[in-house]
């Protein structure tokens, strides 16, 4: 794991450390689990605690079981299409896999690579951080085959930029956004860049992005002729609550701040060929500068199960606006 300070020249403020940012475990490995299992329940809860602090788990060595072979397939599958895709969803509890081109054999063998990866995070996911395993909620898995970069794609696409985890078609509706990511490219790293605390960000631009609007706005279902009239177009309705139409908003806000992007202290990170790592990415600004291979696993967590629940992105947000964001239940 390399890690190099990225931002402005030094200032008489101290720059941000890996050690903010990081914390390697070493003690939990495939396909054993933890090195020391009566410390397994310890473990399990310090490792909670350090994401909730908006730190990033990491693993030098994948502890999934990923065989070479697949990562293989995976590298070179696009190349058999018609055109080049760089990006496919999978999802463990729906199946459809979105963005594949090539053919049917070719389409199937990715399918089977992603729901085995989903299935083994969420197995070794499930010791290692127990506490959200207890009522957690399976999201997407994603494949990623080509650097991210800026070109032509519209600023709101962008993950070079730094931001935050927000999806308008998969609303949290408060519940923490967990990601787990492991690169599989033989050689490249996967190159990120982190920045600053939740909590400073929202203090410092959340009214500037319109916090105080939406709030005052509440939460909105979808209108019962226009969910009906989706359902039979075979298209979701989705009810969002204030706090996922600002999470959407506070990601575009931070995209389009053009001096905080330049001017915030950030610190790279690289992560080499056959290493994972864990964040809750609802709460860490993160850029993803370069990635050629990266598999994912998403989560949900409710504030039920988490062990700070004050420190989640909806109670800092309502701490700041003063009243809920989220009216309706889950």
């Known amino acids: 794991m390399s890690t190099m300070p990225e931002g402005p020249p030094a200032s008489t403020q101290p720059r941000p450390a890996a050690e903010d940012v990081l914390r390697r475990v070493d003690d939990y490995q495939h396909p054993q689990g933890w090195a020391d299992a009566s410390q397994a ?6 490792c909670c605690e350090e994401l909730e602090e908006g730190r990033i788990l990491f693993f030098e060595r994948s502890p999934f079981d990923l065989a070479g072979a697949d990562q293989e397939s995976l590298l070179t599958w696009r190349e058999a299409g018609p055109r080049k895709e760089s990006h496919v969803s999978y999802h463990p509890l729906e199946g459809p896999l979105a963005g594949t081109v090539g053919s049917r054999r070719a389409g199937r063998r990715v399918h089977g690579i992603l729901r085995h990866y989903s299935s083994e995070v969420t197995r070794s996911v499930g010791w290692l951080l127990a506490p959200y ?5 399976l999201d997407h898995a994603s494949l990623r085959l080509k650097p991210v970069k800026g070109g032509a794609l519209p600023q709101r696409e962008r993950n070079d930029l730094l931001h935050l985890d927000a999806f308008s078609t ?15 490219h033989p050689v490249e790293p996967v190159v990120w860049a982190v920045a600053g605390s939740f909590e400073a ?3 410092e631009y959340a009214e500037e992005a319109g916090l105080g609007r939406i709030a005052a706005q509440g939460s909105q279902r979808t209108h019962p ?9 075979g298209m979701k309705a989705v009810d969002l609550t204030a706090y996922d139409r600002f999470m959407v908003a506070f990601e ?3 995209k389009e701040k053009k001096d905080w992007q330049e001017k915030s202290k950030k610190i790279r990170l690289e992560f080499p060929p056959g290493s ?11 850029a993803e ?3 050629a291979g990266t598999l994912e696993q998403g989560f949900t967590i409710p504030l039920r199960v988490v062990l700070r629940p004050e420190r989640a992105p909806i109670r800092v947000l309502e701490g700041i606006a003063g009243m809920p964001l989220a009216n309706f239940t889950t």
């Open 41 to 46: 329940p310890a473990r399990a809860r310090q």
């Open 133 to 137: 395993a207890m009522d957690w909620t």
């Open 170 to 184: 998969r609303p949290t509706r408060g519940r923490r956004l967990l990601r787990c990511f492991t690169n599989i």
């Open 201 to 203: 960000l929202a203090r």
């Open 225 to 233: 002729l226009v969910r009906e009239l989706k359902m039979m177009l």
């Open 252 to 254: 575009q806000h931070l």
């Open 276 to 286: 994972s790592w864990i964040g809750l990415t609802d709460a860490v600004p993160h």
């Open 289 to 291: 500068l370069s990635a």
